[in-house]
């Protein structure tokens, strides 16, 4: 039986020109799961103001972090694909399937019809589940199955925030940087509040004030990574936090803001300042840019003296060994 593993994440970029990045950034915001809009506001807002704007900013942002292989994302991405074909060698079919950009989700599924695939596992990279990123790319595949009159065998890996698999490689990667740390800061990525209402009904006053209310809540299974995390790490109260980065436009996000937090941080006496991005499993902009550039220009700029960004578990071979257990 023929078995496929499609990596699936958000996407980058072909290169950081301006021109490529508008591309990808309008495919990225037009996504009604991304911006929840109907068609003509969102097309108004999204190709009349945001893409004109950002784009340059961004393509100098992507500029800053780009390698000569290539986007950092779809580097890591590839290197553990690599990883994994070694692992689970050849009796599987291992592709990188990006929801936005390339290599597209759309034609990767294409090819592996045509190679007569049997058994279709599709892995969403986000430890933790939201509408706007997981549930969009699996909206995509099975429409697009559908849309091919296509029928392997679907196995799709749920949200893995609270999997040793995930959580030991990530935390020994943060460990060896425990001993000058003042602080560790878990900085996941934010949502609009909008989102979380629409997935479950509201914002859970427990959930606003920062503790766990619904399994199935994406800021929830932010805040378990991070306990999950400082456990592993035995981090005692006071020495962690967590926060949520990427804020975009005038909409309330769940907080608190990352921005905010290591500014606050550095007021209140923390020097050395570490800080995870544990729901990215490879390196990218936001991590590498807005944290790694971004994050410790405000952390100095606000009376800290060393800042210290843990890298994601990218290729990491813990990682890749964990993944394959959690596949199968």
């Known amino acids: 039986m023929k078995k496929a593993l499609i990596l699936n994440n958000i996407g980058t970029p072909a290169s950081p020109r301006t021109a490529d990045v508008k591309v990808y950034l309008d495919e990225f915001l037009m996504d009604p799961d991304v911006i929840g809009l109907p068609f003509p506001l969102r097309w108004l807002l999204v190709k009349g103001l945001i893409t004109p704007r950002r784009s340059p900013q961004s393509a100098a942002k992507y500029r800053a972090i780009w390698t000569p292989e290539g986007s950092p994302l779809a580097v890591h991405t590839e290197r553990f694909a690599d990883k994994l074909r070694e692992i689970l060698g050849p009796d599987w079919i291992v592709r990188v399937g990006m929801r936005y950009g390339e290599p597209s989700l759309f034609r990767v599924l294409r090819e592996l019809r045509e190679s007569s695939v ?174 790694g550039l971004g994050g410790k220009e405000d952390f100095l700029h606000a009376g800290g003296r060393e800042f210290t960004l843990v890298p994601c578990v990218n290729e990491d071979d813990a990682w890749a060994r964990g993944f394959v257990k959690l596949i199968q």
Not at 180 to 189: E, I, M, T
Request: glycine share 6%; hydrophobic share 40%.
């Open 118 to 291: 049997e058994t279709l596992v599709f892995a969403p990279l986000f430890p933790q589940f939201a509408q706007a990123t997981s549930g969009s790319a699996i909206k995509t595949v099975k429409n697009e199955l559908e849309k091919m009159s296509w029928s392997p065998e679907l196995r799709i890996l749920p949200a893995f925030h609270d999997r040793e698999e995930f959580l030991r490689p990530q935390a020994e990667l943060i460990r060896p940087h425990l001993a000058k740390a003042d602080h560790v800061l878990f900085s996941f990525h934010g949502l609009p509040e909008s989102q979380i209402r629409e997935a479950h009904g509201g914002v859970d006053e427990k959930c606003d004030a920062g503790h766990p209310c619904r399994a199935n809540c994406y800021k929830t299974q932010s805040l378990t990574t991070a306990k999950d995390l400082a456990r592993l790490l035995e981090l005692p109260e006071g020495r962690w936090s967590a926060s949520f980065q990427s804020r975009l436009g005038p909409a309330k996000w769940i907080g608190p803001s990352t921005d905010d937090t290591i500014k606050v941080l550095a007021a209140g006496g923390v020097k050395n300042l570490v800080v995870a991005c544990p729901s990215f499993v490879a390196d990218c902009l936001e991590t590498l840019e807005e944290i």
